[in-house]
């Protein structure tokens, strides 16, 4: 149990390094369907075109989708 | 070409998309674009940086709609819609992702994830009924081995004690069943249905493919998916006694 959150992410803080966490907040920040797409491209290594099939969408929207994604993580990431 | 590249062209140039006309206009820019090669440089540090983030810390979600394709052949064009938000297990299918993909399943297979998880399981579930029966020999059965692919490396290793400790934990629900809500043993029988079901396609597909760590890590999932079930449900009988 977490007893007091600021000392847990302290820890974590001190135990990952910093860009992990916030690659994380800036994943978690991204609306769902953008979050999605750029998880299954850039973390699980989905190409294009099975991104598109599982999402049932067509490939440009998938390739939209991820270069928002990537945008909005990159200036949140370094505003 | 004198504007700036736009995401898609910077994306597509990084990723190996362009066709080579449009590789070398692309490249003949970044020559001479300082602003764009800045660009450029932050989206490989953002791959860079996302493929150093840990599989397992993604949602794992019941998917199997998703990959499903994957068995029934390439040419399905239509499939079930995962809900919105659902992330699934990966594929090793980015070829042309300069990144450290491959490399990342073959350090973290699902095997290994769920021989880790098993190690708490198993004690989980022998403790609870141990706690419960004050102490009884613990009566272990198999059976979910013959979901498993005969040829996977490493299969004894990474799942031995699986079967004893789904049985064990199937025998404290058994035991408690009359003493939980009757609502709850239905929700849980339906649950246990369905997984159940899953590790059975999950399996027939590993044994067709059994090189495919997307299908490894789905009959993973879906194993500790079972355990997790009855974990809750063994803790359930435990609250109730």
């Given at each position: 149990?977490?007893?007091?959150?600021?000392?847990?992410?302290?820890?974590?803080?001190?135990?990952?390094?910093?860009?992990?966490?916030?690659?994380?907040?800036?994943?978690?920040?991204?609306?769902?369907?953008?979050?999605?797409?750029?998880?299954?491209?850039?973390?699980?290594?989905?190409?294009?075109?099975?991104?598109?099939?599982?999402?049932?969408?067509?490939?440009?929207?998938?390739?939209?989708?991820?270069h928002?994604?990537r945008r909005?993580m990159r200036e949140?990431l370094d505003p | 070409m004198?504007r700036h590249l736009n995401d898609?062209q910077l994306n597509?140039f990084r990723?190996?998309?362009?066709?080579?006309?449009?590789?070398?206009?692309v490249r003949d820019h970044l020559e001479g674009c300082p602003q764009c090669r800045e660009e450029l440089e932050g989206l490989s540090k953002l791959a860079d940086d996302?493929?150093?983030?840990?599989?397992?810390?993604?949602?794992?979600?019941?998917?199997?709609?998703?990959?499903?394709?994957?068995?029934?052949?390439?040419?399905?064009?239509?499939?079930?819609?995962?809900?919105?938000?659902?992330?699934?297990?990966?594929?090793?299918?980015?070829?042309?992702?300069?990144?450290?993909?491959?490399?990342?399943?073959?350090?973290?297979?699902?095997?290994?994830?769920?021989?880790?998880?098993?190690?708490?399981?198993?004690?989980?579930?022998?403790?609870?009924?141990?706690?419960?029966?004050?102490?009884?020999?613990?009566?272990?059965?198999?059976?979910?081995?013959?979901?498993?692919?005969?040829?996977?490396?490493?299969?004894?290793?990474?799942?031995?004690?699986?079967?004893?400790?789904?049985?064990?934990?199937?025998?404290?629900?058994?035991?408690?069943?009359?003493?939980?809500?009757?609502?709850?043993?239905?929700?849980?029988?339906?649950?246990?249905?369905?997984?159940?079901?899953?590790?059975?396609?999950?399996?027939?597909?590993?044994?067709?493919?059994?090189?495919?760590?997307?299908?490894?890590?789905?009959?993973?999932?879906?194993?500790?998916?079972?355990?997790?079930?009855?974990?809750?449900?063994?803790?359930?009988?435990?609250?109730?006694?």
């Open positions: 149990l977490v007893e007091d959150p600021g000392e847990y992410l302290t820890r974590a803080k001190a135990e990952f390094p910093g860009t992990r966490l916030d690659l994380e907040r800036a994943i978690a920040s991204l609306p769902e369907g953008a979050r999605t797409v750029v998880i299954l491209r850039d973390i699980y290594g989905y190409k294009y075109d099975e991104i598109a099939k599982m999402q049932g969408v067509a490939l440009g929207t998938v390739k939209a989708q991820i928002r994604a909005m949140r | 004198t898609g597509d990723e190996g998309l362009l066709k080579p006309e449009e590789r070398e206009a996302l493929a150093t983030l840990p599989l397992e810390a993604e949602p794992a979600r019941d998917l199997w709609p998703q990959i499903s394709w994957r068995m029934e052949g390439a040419d399905r064009t239509t499939m079930a819609r995962p809900e919105s938000g659902t992330l699934d297990q990966g594929a090793v299918v980015g070829a042309q992702i300069p990144s450290t993909r491959r490399g990342r399943w073959v350090s973290l297979p699902a095997w290994q994830l769920l021989a880790a998880s098993i190690a708490l399981m198993v004690v989980s579930g022998a403790t609870v009924w141990a706690f419960l029966s004050g102490g009884a020999d613990l009566g272990f059965s198999t059976g979910t081995s013959a979901a498993m692919p005969a040829q996977s490396v490493g299969w004894e290793e990474a799942y031995g004690g699986y079967d004893e400790a789904v049985a064990d934990l199937e025998d404290v629900l058994e035991k408690g069943r009359e003493i939980l809500d009757p609502e709850t043993v239905r929700v849980l029988e339906e649950s246990l249905e369905a997984v159940d079901l899953a590790i059975e396609e999950a399996g027939a597909a590993v044994r067709q493919d059994p090189a495919s760590p997307v299908l490894q890590r789905f009959l993973a999932d879906n194993l500790r998916k079972k355990m997790d079930l009855l974990r809750r449900a063994a803790m359930a009988v435990y609250a109730n006694t």
